[in-house]
């Protein structure tokens, strides 16, 4: 069965430090996604980022970094320089590549909250 | 592109009554769409999945006389909570994915809509 494990149920950081966030998976597929979403506080899911299981490359798009250990089946997300505006809930998923839909497993989310 | 459309974005109603949430895709042929329930603080969980012309597949535990859902298009799902009940107060969330269009896979959610039955 898929799962998807966010230890952090809370973070709290002051503006401008880093922050990482934690993903670790199971699945018994050889081929998944795994995604990292945002939820501000109306509601609406920000994709941030799919990643093919093929594709290991660590990923940079401005302060967000994903690094990608399939070792570890760990799936962590960096913010660096944290805003204010980064305060939300982060969720992690996983899912099946050729059952578009089945088996997309969220994690349980990290409640962000930067502090000025 | 690859824009989901959802509404109401907040629904109240009473105890009793049905309500239907609307879940468009605005720029692509959705081939299958998903409905997700999400309590406070919670995750989002997996309701069901229904593909354009058949019947929606349903999570374990998930009533399906109680959350309707029709797939009549390939830019339309509609989710009918019926007979709503203050347990059902939650924020409901479609997403849709076409397989046509792979590459839209995951970052077409709609904006939700939450649901408060008095």
């Known amino acids: 069965a898929q799962k998807v494990t966010q230890a952090q149920t809370e973070i709290s950081v002051v503006e401008k430090e880093d922050v990482t966030l934690d993903c670790v998976y199971e699945?018994?597929?050889?081929?998944?996604?795994l995604f990292w979403y945002k939820q501000p506080p109306s509601g609406e899911l920000v994709f941030l980022i799919r990643?093919?299981?093929?594709?290991?490359q660590n990923e940079i798009s401005g302060r967000y970094s994903w690094n990608f250990q399939k070792s570890t089946s760990s799936f962590n997300f960096t913010i660096t320089a944290s805003q204010v505006v980064d305060s939300a809930v982060y969720f992690c998923?996983?899912?099946?590549?050729?059952?578009?839909?089945?088996?997309?497993?969220f994690g349980p989310g990290t409640r962000l909250s930067v502090l000025p | 592109g690859a824009v989901v459309s959802q509404h109401p974005s907040r629904v109240i109603c009473k105890s009793g009554t049905s309500v239907k949430i609307e879940c468009r895709s605005l720029?692509?042929?959705?081939?299958?769409m998903f409905w997700y329930r999400q309590f406070p603080k919670q995750s989002l969980m997996l309701m069901a999945t229904?593909?354009?012309?058949?019947?929606?597949?349903?999570e374990q535990g998930v009533e399906k006389d109680k959350f309707l859902i029709n797939h009549a298009s390939l830019t339309l799902s509609t989710l009918t909570v019926t007979s709503a009940h203050p347990e059902d107060s939650s924020f409901y969330i479609c997403?849709?994915?076409?397989?046509?269009?792979?590459?839209?896979?995951?970052?077409?959610f709609g904006s939700g809509t939450r649901l408060t039955v008095v």
């Open positions: 997403s849709a994915a076409s397989r046509r269009q792979p590459t839209n896979y995951g970052y077409t």
């Open positions: 229904s593909n354009e012309g058949s019947k929606a597949t349903y």
């Open positions: 990643r093919n299981s093929f594709d290991e």
């Open positions: 720029d692509f042929q959705a081939t299958t």
């Open positions: 699945t018994r597929d050889t081929t998944y996604y």
């Open positions: 998923a996983l899912s099946d590549v050729f059952n578009y839909g089945q088996n997309f497993v």
